[in-house]
């Protein structure tokens, strides 16, 4: 304990014994915390940024199944379902996409986009409040 004191110089807090220790020497436990799951912390949170629902175009209301209101994540998610299922996507250059009349409607007419411009031509789709 000497040689202790010595490398702390004295100072209680560093030489005190460590909080669990207590709880190891037989101490009674407390109850443990009620679990609270991912999907009640994400429910409990309120939606901000790019995650806030907001309201969409007529046109873009049609595509999602007449959802007045949409977060962005989830209009590129709709967008990205739909180009799968129809098979949309250029085998040859796969950073293509081939509209059909439903994305040529939200797209502003564009026979082609490419996958990073899909975010882009969907904003004007996002109204202001």
């Known amino acids: 304990m000497a040689a202790v004191a010595r490398v702390f110089r004295g100072s209680r807090f560093l030489m005190s014994p460590a909080a669990g ?3 190891a ?15 009640d912390a994400t429910a ?5 940024g790019i995650m ?17 209101e949409l977060a962005r994540p989830q209009a590129v998610k709709l967008i990205w379902a739909h180009i799968k299922a129809n ?9 293509e996409i081939n509209c059909d009349a439903t994305l040529k409607s939200l797209f ?13 031509l969907l904003n004007p789709h996002f ?3």
């Open 21 to 23: 220790a207590a709880a």
């Open 25 to 39: 020497a037989g101490a009674k436990k407390a109850a443990p915390a009620p679990q609270v799951t991912k999907a």
């Open 44 to 48: 409990a949170k309120e939606k901000r």
């Open 52 to 68: 806030k629902p907001v309201p969409v175009s007529e046109e873009m209301r049609r595509f999602a199944g007449g959802a007045p």
């Open 87 to 95: 098979g949309l996507q250029n085998p040859a250059k796969k950073t």
């Open 108 to 120: 502003g007419g564009r026979d082609k986009v490419g996958m990073l411009e899909i975010s882009k």
């Open 127 to 129: 109204l202001k409040n």
